[in-house]
């Protein structure tokens, strides 16, 4: 494991490590991920807590609303705290550690992201139904903490998917801008925020969105995102030597589209650089990975998916009515 020790020694060095704030404070791309990355995942979790609480409504069980908001709460916090600690984590090694553990933290990141698109894809058409059968049994257990759990579950799962994303996003912009982390969490914070209000919306019926064009191109947006993380953590691993196939420069199109933002033309490349980790100088591991991602998980996602019996709908739970 020599490459530990110090990564390569042929100067191919990275072109987008931090190096002293020369990259413009606000990165649009970063901030664009970021708000992708939490609006798609905040309305997974908006549409979980919806329907929960749509149905306590109309099953005369608003009395336990404050069950729902603080297993939704709890979530949250979790998520917040595991994202923080992972970050941070990361962040307090030194090269080649540090890289390393990005390069992992990215890869993660990634499979997570492509597991929820094809989980989400599948389960859409059952998941209203499935939550309302929960929620039945959670009354019928007669325990305040089921229906917590019930809830801190479905949501956890959401928000540790978008923390470790997030992360993944966070990692790969610090290495580019030094305020590339904040640019990611404030971009999220803004996608949280217009989930939270699609989910007042779900609550009251509003049908303004189209869900499955939203779910779809948020979907689409999500792979590209994800097939950057992919490349940067290839191009990482190159960097400390843990790969040494494929190590070559394919091309060079900085002059005519840079990723430094040193221009106008490099705001553009630096925009799509953070978005979906294009680089004007791409090594053929990097390029091929980040081809080979998009082909074939665009391919899979784009599918027609098969039909699939719905549950039967649960019935309006009146046990527990006052």
Do not use: C
């Not at 919806?50 to 005369?60: C, D, H, K, P, W």
């Amino acid at each position: 494991m020599d490459w530990l020790d110090g990564g390569r020694s042929d100067g191919h060095r990275s072109d987008h490590r931090t190096t002293g704030g020369s990259r413009p404070v606000l990165d649009l791309g970063a901030l664009t991920s970021g708000f992708v990355t939490g609006l798609r995942e905040g309305v997974e979790a908006a549409l979980i807590v919806a329907i929960v609480l749509a149905y306590l409504a109309r099953t005369g069980n608003r009395r336990f609303f404050g069950q729902v908001f603080v297993g939704t709460g709890t979530a949250v916090a979790v998520s917040l705290l595991v994202g923080i600690a992972i970050f941070v984590t990361v962040r307090e090694l030194s090269d080649p550690y540090e890289q390393l553990l990005e390069a992992g933290t990215m890869l993660v990141a990634t499979g997570v992201v492509t597991w929820m698109l094809f989980w989400m894809r599948r389960q859409a058409a059952s998941v209203k139904g499935e939550l309302q059968h929960a929620v039945d049994r959670a009354l019928a257990a007669g325990s305040v903490l089921a229906l917590v759990a019930l809830v801190f579950t479905s949501v956890i799962r959401e928000g540790i998917e978008a923390a470790l994303f997030l992360v993944g996003q966070a990692s790969a912009a610090a290495a580019s801008v030094t305020d590339g982390p904040l640019n990611v969490f404030l971009g999220a914070v803004i996608g949280l925020i217009v989930a939270a209000g699609l989910g007042v919306g779900f609550y009251h019926g509003s049908r303004r969105v189209n869900l499955g064009v939203f779910f779809r191109w948020t979907g689409i947006a999500l792979v590209f995102i994800a097939a950057g993380l992919l490349s940067r953590a290839a191009h990482d691993l190159i960097e400390i030597g843990a790969i040494n196939v494929g190590t070559g420069r394919v091309f060079d199109l900085s002059a005519i589209l840079p990723d430094d933002g040193g221009s106008l033309l490099g705001f553009g490349g630096s925009f799509l650089h953070a978005l979906i980790g294009y680089s004007a100088t791409p090594e053929w591991t990097t390029l091929l990975v980040w081809l080979a991602y998009v082909v074939v998980v665009l391919a899979l996602y784009l599918r027609p998916v098969a039909a699939r019996p719905l549950p039967a709908p649960a019935s309006p739970s009146t046990a527990h009515q006052s």
